[in-house]
Structure formats: C-alpha cells, structure tokens
C-alpha cells in the first residue's frame, strides 16, 4: 500500500523532479565495513571503497579501464622520469580549505611511509611541487605505470591533518593497530562525508554540498552503509526490500534475483585469477614439465566455471585478465585427459603419485568447493590427493610456510597490470627484493625475470605489451602453475537504483554518481 | 550468605583465571592477525616489523605475563579491528545480546510453563500431542535454518518483519540501551528472539510436563484429592510448585547456553551483539577480543550460577547453601 502510495506520488512530482534535483536515500549492505577512516591504514578493497566516497582520486579507472581524469585536470609527460600534472582549480576539501599541489605532496609522503601503500610507490622519488595547481611525479627509473598508481593518490587535506590532536599525537600520524586522530576524522574532497559511525554496525554518509564535480548526475543525498555478513540474510534484506543495494551476491542466489523484477543483477567479469601453484622444491616430481604439463591438461576449466561457479566466472589459461596489456589471446584452456595420461606415461608416473594439497575455505568464491573439484581431476590421471581447506586466517601462515605441494592462491594486481602477477606469483622468489613473495610453487625461469624486469622501464605500452604477452606464453608453455578462472563480480540493487553504470571491474563503486530513479 | 558469596567469588577468580590461560595458549592457532591487519602485497619484512612493534614475536609467557598484568587493572588489552579497549567493545554489545536473551526469555516462560503443565494435566487430548509434535521437531531443526526460515517466511515473502539489525533503539539510566522501548526496535527482535527461543523452549515444555506428571503421581497430591481441594488448587499452587525446582536449575545452566546460542542467531540476523562480535572477531583475529570475551562469558555463567543456587533456596527452603546442617 505504501509503496503504491509512494509512486502515485513520485509520478505527480516528476515534473518538478526533472528540474530540480531529488533527495534520495541509498541503504547498502556490503559483507564487511571499512576497518578505519584513514585511507593509508590499509590496502583493501573496502578501505578503497571508502575512499571513493570520501575522497577522490587524480585519476581514476572507467568501465573499460581506461584512466579518467578527476583531481588532475590534465598530465604530460615531460621526461622519461616526469610526468606534470595539472590540477583542477577551485576544489575544496570538506574542511573548506582549497585543494592545492601541497596537498598532494603531503599526501605522497604518506603514502610513502604506510607499510601498505609503500610498495606501490617505491618506483616514484618524490612530488615536486611546480605551483599551487601544478606538480611533478618524479621516478627513480623510466616507469610505464605512473598513471595506473596515480590511481591510489587520494589527496588528504595537508592543514585539516596538522597539529596535534588531544592526546598530543600528531594529526597525520599513520598508526596501523590503535587509535589515532586520521583513523577517527576525515577530510576529503569527495561526494561524501561520513556523519555518523558505530563500526561494524552502521556508517552514515551525506552529499558534500560544494563537491566539485557538477556535471555529476548523482542524485543520492544520504548513504547508509550497514555490513551484513551472511550472504542468505544479505540476498533475504535485498529481497524484501529493507536495502537497495548489496555486494557481493552469493553465486547460489544469482537467479533468483535475475528472475525477480523487483531487483536487478549486475555481474562484469573479474580481475582476480584462481591458481593452483606446484611446489617443486617439496615434490620432486613437479620439476619434471611433462608432470606439470599433464597436470594441467587434466583440469577442466570449463566444468569447473559451469558446475561450480554457475557460469559465473572466466576460464582463464594465463594470468592476465582481457584488458590488461600482457593478455595473450592466443592462449586458450587446454583440458584434454588423453593427453594429460600419455604426458604422465611419458613422464614415467603412470601409476601416478601421491599429493597434499591446501586451499583456504572462506577466502575466495566456492574456493574449497573448486579445491575438491581438481583433487578429483586429479585422480583421473591417477594423481591421490591429500586435501586439506581452511579458514583462511590459518592458510595464509601455512601458504607462508608453502605447507604443501599444491596450493591455491587467488591474485588481484594493484596496479591493474600484468607484471604485477609474474612479481608476485610466478618470478624467482628472493628475499631480499621481495620478488616472488606468493611463489609457493618455487617455479624460477630466469628468462621471464629478465623481461618482466625489462617490461618495467619500458613506457612505450605497445612494446611493454608484447613483452608482457611473451612472458605469458613463455610461463604457458611451463606450465608453471594451474589457471583456474577469473571471478566474476556481482551486485544486486532495487528496479530503479541504476547501478550498472558505476560499477566497475575494481569494484570500487563510484558512488558519487549513482542516480536513483523514481 | 556473606562467607558463600566469597566463596564464589574465590571459584570465579579462578575460573577465570584458567580460562585466560586456555585461550590464551590457543590464539597462535586461530591463525596471523597481521595478515588480517594488512594487504596481502605487504612484504615479509614489513610485517616480521609490525609483528615486533605488536610483541607478538615474544615468547609465550612474556606474553602471558604482560597480558595479566594489564588484566589486574582491568586492562584486557585492545581489539585491532576496533582500537578501543577490548572490554569496553564488548560491554558496549551487552545491551544488544541481554535484549535477545531476555526476549527469548520471556517467550520461554511464557509459552513453556502453560503448554507444558497443560501437556501434564492432559496428557492424552489431541492439543497435547500436537504441542509434543512441534517440541520435537523444534528440538531438531538448527537455529541458523530456523532463522534462515523466518526471515524467508515473514521478511521476504510476507513483508510483515524486517530481516535483519536492531533498528531503533531507547535509552534508559542513561548509559543503556534497549529495542524494547521503540516500536521499530521491538519488531527487530521478534524473529531474532522467536529463533533463539526456539532451541529452548521445547526443552522446557517437555522437561515441565515430565516434571508435573511426576509430581502429580507423588503422595501428598493423592492426598490434596482426598481432601477434595479444588483442582486449580491443586494444579497450579501444590504441584506447579514442586514442579519448578528442576526446571529453575536447568534454566539456570540454559541461560549461559543461550549466550553461547546467541552467535549463531546473531550472525544470522546481522544482529549487533556480542556473538556475532565474537564470530567476527575469530575470523579476524582480533586475538585481544576473543581473549576478553571468553572471560567476559566466564563471567556471565559464574554470575548466572551463583543467582540460580540463591532462588534455589528462596524456592526450597529445604535446600541450605550455606551455614551447618
């Protein structure tokens, strides 16, 4: 009855509605709610969630992941290590202080010292400030992704942050576990301010009234952000109408709100790729390529993406996701059991062996599911698995301790690009630089470093590409892990909460410029 | 009463004392709460550094040690995903979780003591047996699918309840807080209080029944017949009674069951308390919290306990706690 009310009435104001802009209310509720409000605290999906709330970026990615300007007006590149930008005159912060190069350059040093964020931006030197709406980003070495880490720039109001704060701490000191003035207050120059906070329970954002952005179609004037940690009660308080907008959706319950009229689903497919790693330093056998060969022709991608993922995931044969620049098409999943039983005869294990194997159990979509999936592969080509899932609290101290001879690990690269998953997942792990850090399959091939170390100085992106797609193949042809897929992302909103174009591969909805219609 | 309120008091320090050790000597199990503090692309290095800053990295009992320091004056150490004092969290949750335990609580009385003295009285009408029907399969269905149900039955399909949270809440003494004292805050708790009820509430209809059809076949009831006392008379002064000592012991004990029930509920409602609190934090963790709620829990059965043994005596003054014989 209300409702029908409620419409009849929208329908008599929709004249008035198309002139002057409508205060609407969004409710959402995501699995988790952000840790803090200091947006160098911690690297996570949520935190940068917050961020775009809150904040704004220099630059930003759209839909198809290509940048879009947003602090920064406009950037050149000067030389091979500088790149000026320009940035928009007249932004003010929620504070009211306007925006200026300082600020940028205050909010770089930051980031510099966050123990999160400092890996991102080791490749930079510093921010020269040229004038109060101009700068430099000065790096070390001619560096292809100065705008694919801009990014992460969220600038910070550098005079709301100084001072000290009542317990005679510094305002912009970064503290990563305790209670500081930058995790409890915020200013930013976003389309939001967070007004009211019971962590855990409820977080309450309103429209910044002088956000800069005007040409924004934006019409949501409030946000309440309430995390609901069960997927069945989160799809069942979309379903009956108590929130308007959920993420993620359980791929279990994908149809249901596909067939309902009242709500929407909102899927794109995903960045983060599934893998298996093969540890062949504990199992002496995974050394032989014909073992890994065979092990790979043995796992059918594509059953796994219909049975288990419900369609709802990418097959994938290599690491990089279409749309970065080392995805090589040429590169296809190569199931085939006839083959995979003649490479383990080749290879002398006709009999086959016995493996452990560990994957987490909460960590990603039907990650133990898709663990038990391959074990049974695996047993076709007579491969015993000894499989073990987790909570992924415990895996990550185990995948540390590389607890076993197969393991799985799901990445997403930070700087949405393809070097990123051979630095961490697939190069010649060495302490010292860091390098390989998630390698739990000890897989080295001095070839691919070399030109993952060449793709990173090298700013031409059609060269670095082709750099990029040959380091693929190369680790293709190892067979160097297992590729799985890429998940698929999915959101779920009420008819008339016009969610699709905001959304995005990063998942980092941009909700500044959601419209709501009536 | 004075010398048996000590006493208790002595177990209870011990109590917790034993249980600050256990879950302590666990927390190395539950998993690294850096990895949860920090993004996965964080080196080694830096997180060996963070450890260090922490004293995660020091031995047991120098851990140990620090730790019941602080605890002696009342320092149970801060929660990392909050970065308040752990205690503080969790008494801050208090209210939320006491506002579904005693709605359950409340739904238990109220239904139990009725349906099961008249399960008792007549035993063989057909409403009985249907009541014992539904206590069975109450007793068997788990709590998160009983939840799960509700919210399918009265949020989704039937719109007449909301699906998850507390929503508004009242304030009374100035420092609590309570959903039973705004409308929007009490249709936030039926679903969540029926559901927590319904692990419990059969087992008392039945445990009522066994207990007053037991009583009603004891000597002086034979004799109050004899007498010709009015039925009612009998029933509910004489026998009902005599019929509630156990049950008041058992629900006693079922009362620190209930707030271990509650975690489930809670995570099913999205409900703001302390289990859902504590669920959280384990997937967290947020090794200081789930340290402090464990003592805190302690605590509520310690407490608990103690006033049941007092009504005990109140109910039964055949029954001393303390003094000679």
New interface residues.
């Given amino acids: 009855m209300m409702k029908k009310t409620a419409t009849v009435l929208a329908g008599a104001l929709l004249s008035l509605s198309a002139m002057t802009a409508q205060a609407e209310t969004l409710k959402m509720a995501y699995d988790s709610d952000p840790v803090t409000l200091d947006p160098h605290e911690q690297l996570s999906g949520g935190m940068l969630q917050l961020s775009h709330m809150t904040f704004d970026p220099l630059v930003r990615w759209d839909q198809d992941m290509g940048i879009e300007a947003r602090l920064a007006e406009k950037w050149e590149r000067i030389d091979d290590l500088t790149m000026r930008f320009h940035l928009r005159k007249g932004v003010k912060f929620h504070s009211g202080n306007e925006l200026t190069a300082k600020d940028v350059e205050f909010t770089f040093k930051r980031l510099q010292n966050s123990p999160d964020f400092k890996g991102i931006f080791t490749p930079f030197k510093e921010v020269r400030v040229i004038d109060d709406q101009t700068f430099d980003l000065v790096t070390n070495e001619p560096f292809p992704l100065i705008l694919n880490n801009a990014t992460y720039i969220f600038p910070m109001d550098s005079k709301f942050y100084s001072g000290e704060d009542e317990n005679g701490n510094a305002k912009d000191m970064l503290v990563k576990f305790g209670n500081s003035f930058a995790s409890r207050n915020m200013s930013g120059t976003g389309p939001y301010t967070v007004q009211y906070r019971e962590q855990g329970v409820r977080t309450e954002f309103t429209r910044n009234a002088d956000y800069w952005d005007s040409a924004s179609k934006g019409n949501v004037d409030k946000i309440v952000l309430t995390p609901i940690k069960e997927a069945p009660t989160r799809v069942a308080a979309l379903l009956s109408g108590d929130v308007d907008f959920i993420m993620p959706v359980p791929p279990a319950d994908y149809k249901r709100i596909d067939a309902s009229s009242e709500v929407d689903l909102v899927t794109m497919p995903g960045t983060r790729i599934i893998t298996f790693q093969m540890n062949q330093e504990r199992f002496e056998q995974f050394k032989d390529v014909r073992v890994r060969q065979a092990i790979v022709h043995a796992i059918n991608q594509e059953g796994i993406v219909k049975k288990i993922m419900r369609g709802f995931a990418t097959p994938a044969a290599q690491m990089s996701p279409e749309g970065y620049l080392g995805y090589n098409p040429a590169l296809k999943p190569r199931y085939d059991l006839k083959k995979a039983k003649q490479l383990m005869k080749e290879a002398g294990y006709e009999k086959g062996f016995t493996v452990t194997m560990m994957a987490p159990n909460n960590r990603y979509v039907n990650d133990a599911k898709i663990a038990q999936a391959v074990a049974s592969m695996l047993a076709k080509i007579n491969i015993t698995v000894d499989l073990k899932t987790m909570p992924k609290a415990q895996y990550w101290p185990t995948f540390d301790e590389r607890a076993a001879d197969i393991m799985m690990i799901g990445w997403h690269a930070d700087t949405e690009d393809s070097n990123n998953f051979f630095e961490f997942l697939t190069a010649c792990a060495d302490k010292d630089s860091g390098l390989g850090q998630y390698n739990s399959g000890n897989y080295c091939n001095p070839e691919a470093d070399k030109l993952m170390a060449q793709a990173n100085t090298e700013t031409d992106a059609a060269k670095r590409a082709q750099i990029m797609q040959q380091v693929e193949q190369m680790l293709y042809d190892d067979a160097a892990y297992i590729p799985l897929h890429w998940q698929n992302l999915a959101w779920g909103a009420r008819a008339g909460v016009d969610i699709a174009p905001v959304v995005n591969k990063m998942n980092f909805p941009y909700l500044g410029d959601l419209v709501i219609k009536k | 009463m004075l010398a048996f309120l000590i006493k208790r008091l002595a177990q209870a320090i011990v109590v917790m004392f034993v249980i600050s050790i256990i879950s302590f000597s666990i927390q190395d199990?539950?998993?690294?709460p850096l990895?949860?503090?920090?993004?996965?692309?964080?080196?080694?290095?830096?997180r060996q550094?963070?450890r260090d800053e922490?004293g995660l990295n020091d031995p047991f009992l120098v851990q140990y040690a620090r730790f019941a320091g602080n605890a002696l004056h009342g320092d149970l150490g801060?929660s990392?995903?909050?970065?308040?004092p752990a205690l503080d969290v969790i008494l801050k949750k208090l209210p939320a979780t006491l506002d579904l335990v005693f709605g359950a609580t409340l739904i238990i009385i109220g239904f139990s003591v009725p349906l099961g003295v008249y399960a008792a009285i007549n035993p063989r009408s057909m409403f009985s047996k249907i009541v014992m029907g539904f206590s069975t399969v109450g007793i068997s269905v788990p709590v998160f699918l009983t939840g799960?149900g509700l919210?399918?039955l009265f949020?989704?399909e039937l719109?007449w309840m909301?699906?998850?949270?507390r929503g508004d809440v009242g304030h009374i003494f100035g420092f609590w807080d309570t959903a039973f004292l705004t409308s929007d805050g009490l249709a936030h708790l039926v679903l969540p209080c029926f559901t927590l009820a319904s692990i419990m509430l059969p087992l008392f209809i039945r445990l009522i029944r066994s207990e007053m059809m037991e009583v009603l076949q004891s000597e002086y009831i034979k004799f109050a017949w004899a007498k010709g006392l009015a039925p009612k008379r009998i029933y509910y002064l004489h026998a009902l009674k005599n019929t509630m000592l156990p049950v008041i012991t058992v629900g006693g004990v079922q009362i620190g069951t209930m707030v271990a029930y509650t975690i489930l509920t809670e995570?099913?409602?999205?409900w703001?308390g302390m289990g859902?609190?504590f669920l959280?934090a384990?997937?967290?963790?947020d090794t200081p919290l789930i340290v402090a709620y464990l003592i805190v829990v302690g605590a509520i059965f310690v407490i608990t306990n103690t006033i049941v043994d007092l009504i005990y005596g109140l109910v039964n003054p055949t029954v001393k706690l303390f003094g000679g014989k």
């Fill in positions: 199990n539950l998993g690294d990895r949860e503090l920090v993004g996965q692309s964080v080196s080694e290095e830096e550094a963070l922490m801060t990392y995903f909050f970065k308040e799960i919210i399918y949020s989704i719109g909301p699906s998850f949270g995570t099913v409602f999205q703001p859902f609190l959280e384990i997937n967290r963790v």
